[in-house]
Each structure stands twice: as C-alpha cells, then as structure tokens.
C-alpha cells in the first residue's frame, strides 16, 4: 500500500503508475493523474480558444476559407444528419422552411427578372441546387432573390457554404459598424 501525495488517499502498488522513485511508484495514484490531466487539457482549451478567436479576428479571410474546408469535409455525414432530423422534426423544418419563403418574398426587387429567374431554377443541373450568393438571411446583410445573386452549387457544396461566408463578405467589424449607422 501507498499513500498518494495528492489525494492522500492509502492504494495499492497497482494504482500507481511506474516511476524512477526509489519504489519504483509514482507520487500521485493513476487516478489523480488522470484527473489532473483532463483539467489541464480543459485549462488549455479555453487558453487556445481565446487564442484561435483573436487570429480569426484578425485573419477573416483566411478564416473563413479554413472553416469552409472544414465545413466540406464533414458536409456528407451532415447531410445524413440533418435529413434525419427533418424526419423527426417535421413542424420546426416547416417553420424554417416557411421563414426562408418569406425573407425570399421580401427580398425580390421590384426590377427582379421573374421570368429569369424561373428560367435559372428550371435549368438546375441534376444533383445540384440554387443558391443565393450572398444569403437571403445572415446577420450581416441580406441578399436579394434576383438572377443574378444565383448560383448552382451540388447539394454537398450549399450544405457546407450555410450562411456564412460569400465573395466580397465584408469584415465583421465593417458590417457591426454600417449596421451601428442605421439603427
Ligand atoms: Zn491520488
């Protein structure tokens, strides 16, 4: 039996690593490293959280791209999720299905090329869906449903675009700012 120097509690010879003490035992029980180890690990994840929030600060773009390629790699599996979710969520896949009809309602300009736009839709190469360059809904600004904010994307691509990233985005803090302007 041992005594561990951290929990104080008396163990066995087992529940202690090997070490090059003259028992050959470590100070601490298995345990005790164990937890001390996992509460490093959680010490160090807010310390590079904060440290990974100030680079995507000051490197949006980059940022941006990187969360894109992440994005695209689990794309697959959360296509299977979320189509799976919509099965057993029917009235809140409604409910965003609906929001999303009408923020496309409010976002046709008066000069918008209905007939075009028809025509975009109707050409939709299989296995690929319409998207809107800049996004109907973001927090930042919102797109316009007119020809020529569509793209075709593969289901896979628009999945992993989501609403967060377009061509010519502009940095957060100069959308927070114009959004400061016209409130
Ligand atoms: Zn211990």
Redesign the pocket.
């Known amino acids: 039996m041992k005594t561990?120097?951290?929990?104080?509690?008396e163990?066995p010879g087992e529940?202690f690593g090997p070490s090059r003490n003259r028992d050959g035992l470590a100070s601490?029980?298995r345990?005790?490293h164990r937890e001390r180890g996992s509460e490093w690990a959680k010490e160090n994840r807010e310390r590079l959280t904060v440290k990974a929030a100030a680079w995507r600060a000051t490197n949006q773009e980059k940022a941006a791209e990187s969360s894109l390629r992440h994005s695209r790699k689990f794309a697959e599996k959360r296509l299977r999720y979320s189509a799976e979710w919509s099965k057993s969520n029917r009235d809140k896949r409604r409910a965003t299905d609906a929001k999303h009809k009408a923020a496309k309602r409010l976002a046709v300009p008066a000069w918008a090329d209905i007939k075009a736009i028809a025509a975009f839709y109707a050409a939709t190469p299989a296995g690929h869906q319409v998207d809107h360059i800049v996004p109907l809904v973001s927090p930042y600004v919102c797109g316009l449903h007119c020809e020529a904010n569509l793209q075709y994307l593969t289901s896979s691509e628009n999945q992993s675009k989501r609403n967060f990233w377009w061509p010519d985005m502009p940095r957060i803090e100069d959308a927070q700012r114009q959004s400061r302007m016209f409130a």
């Not at 561990?4 to 509690?9: T, W």
């Open positions: 561990c120097k951290r929990c104080q509690q163990k529940a601490w029980c345990q005790c």
